[in-house]
């Protein structure tokens, strides 16, 4: 068997969508664990930093449960940080914790946004707590269709992309028809060390593969979602890691792209 070869992404013009089925997208750097970040009075720098725009703090307390080599279940408590544009239902997040920083959105509105708002949180962190490295940096779309979108769903997407559920007017196919649930799962190798890990598919109401990134919804939907990430440590340092992270959001979108077709694009209000 031959050697995976990275993708190689081409320069692509981005369509803008009015009506852009995105969930929720995630950015997200991890570094080695700074125990100031449970200091309230230490991360109040970092808070007032981002405040103006995201001005309701909380904290949670989270949980979990590793088993080890003896099966013996090792409990552990961490506390994050919350610092949300809205006191309920917030569309803009940051969360930081001992040894990670994220932003989320389930607003999206352009790439572009996105990324100064995430140049700001990362040079917050940067600012206030000097972390020595970046071991992991990621960016994360999560599209979802819903309604009409998942009946026409053989004409958004790629059929080479629906596997067994289309395309729907194949002479003889009919198993995909009785489909309810089905996830495909990939990962990519990409450019400088970096992998794009890809999961799409359908999922049927009130059902979820990750509750964290992913809320269910009651209704049937079909997802595409897109991770790429590095974990090659390198310097904390917020030009070069936004410069790393534009990357991604450009590989991302000729990714998804190359999945959706035209049809998807002008059913979401994009003028080609």
């Known amino acids: 068997m031959n050697e995976p070869q990275p993708l190689v992404p081409t320069p692509t013009r981005e369509v803008s969508l009015p009506r852009a089925p995105l969930a929720r997208v995630i950015a997200q750097v991890r570094f080695p664990p700074i125990l100031s970040i449970r200091d309230p009075d230490k991360v109040a720098v970092f808070q007032e930093a981002l405040r103006e725009i995201y001005p309701n703090l909380s904290k949670d307390q989270v949980h979990s449960i590793e088993m080890t080599e003896d099966h013996t279940p090792n409990i552990s408590q961490s506390l994050i940080w919350r610092l949300a544009d809205q006191e309920k239902d917030a569309p803009w997040r940051v969360s930081l914790g001992e040894n990670f920083v994220a932003l989320e959105t389930s607003s999206y509105d352009s790439r572009r946004d996105f990324l100064d708002r995430l140049r700001s949180v990362i040079t917050g962190v940067e600012q206030a707590f000097k972390p020595a490295s970046a071991k992991r940096l990621g960016l994360r779309y999560?599209?979802?269709?819903?309604?009409?979108?998942?009946?026409?769903?053989?004409?958004?997407?790629?059929?080479?992309?629906?596997g067994i559920i289309g395309p729907?007017?194949?002479?003889?196919?009919?198993?995909?028809?009785?489909?309810?649930?089905?996830?495909?799962?990939?990962?990519?190798?990409?450019?400088?060390?970096?992998?794009?890990?890809?999961?799409?598919?359908?999922?049927?109401?009130?059902?979820?593969?990750?509750?964290?990134?992913l809320e269910p919804v009651a209704m049937p939907s079909w997802v595409l979602d897109l991770d790429m990430f590095t974990t090659e440590s390198r310097p904390f340092a917020s030009d070069r890691l936004l410069t790393t992270v534009t990357g991604f959001a450009?590989?991302?979108y000729w990714l998804f792209r190359q999945m959706v077709t035209d049809e998807f694009l002008r059913y979401y209000g994009g003028e080609l």
């Open 168 to 213: 729907r007017d194949k002479p003889g196919s009919t198993h995909g028809e009785s489909a309810i649930h089905l996830i495909t799962e990939a990962q990519f190798l990409a450019e400088d060390s970096a992998r794009i890990q890809g999961r799409w598919g359908m999922l049927p109401g009130n059902a979820t593969y990750d509750p964290d990134a």
């Open 250 to 252: 450009e590989c991302l």
């Open 142 to 162: 999560i599209d979802r269709l819903t309604g009409e979108a998942v009946d026409r769903v053989d004409e958004l997407i790629d059929p080479k992309v629906l």
